[in-house]
């Protein structure tokens, strides 16, 4: 069975930093592609970021470039998300996902079949 479980979400102050975690298992980590989606409230979902089976391509969202950084560690099976400088726009929850499908570029969740349970972040003073 596969399972995808986020953690690193939290409460944080404008200009400050999370490192979100998605730790996989069930499935082969190192074929997968893996992204990251969030859903504020009263809006679709939206791709944050992916990146590729060897970590050499990303992907990410335009309104996040230069602040978020996705990475992963394929001996740990494990995908993070560095956000810094959050503003209270990123307040969502962020979910990760995993696919065999190469859907890097495309980076929209309708490529992905593995979804984490999600992990809430506020950006609030």
């Known amino acids: 069975q596969v399972q995808l479980v986020e953690s690193g979400g939290g409460l944080v102050q404008p200009g400050g930093s999370l490192r979100l975690s998605c730790v996989a298992s069930?499935?082969?980590?190192?074929?997968?592609?893996i992204g990251w989606f969030r859903r504020a409230p009263g809006k679709a979902r939206e791709g944050v970021s992916c990146?590729?089976?060897?970590?050499?391509?990303?992907k990410v969202l335009a309104s996040v470039k230069g602040r978020f950084t996705i990475s992963r560690d394929n001996a740990r099976n494990t995908a993070y998300l560095q956000m810094d400088n959050l503003k209270p726009e990123d307040t969502a929850i962020y979910y990760c996902?995993?696919?065999?499908?190469?859907?890097?570029?495309?980076?929209?969740?309708?490529?992905?079949?593995?979804w984490g349970q999600g992990t809430q972040v506020t950006v609030s003073s």
């Open positions: 996902a995993a696919d065999a499908w190469d859907a890097t570029d495309y980076c929209d969740g309708v490529y992905f079949n593995h």
């Open positions: 069930g499935l082969n980590f190192e074929i997968s592609t």
């Open positions: 990146i590729s089976k060897s970590g050499s391509r990303t």
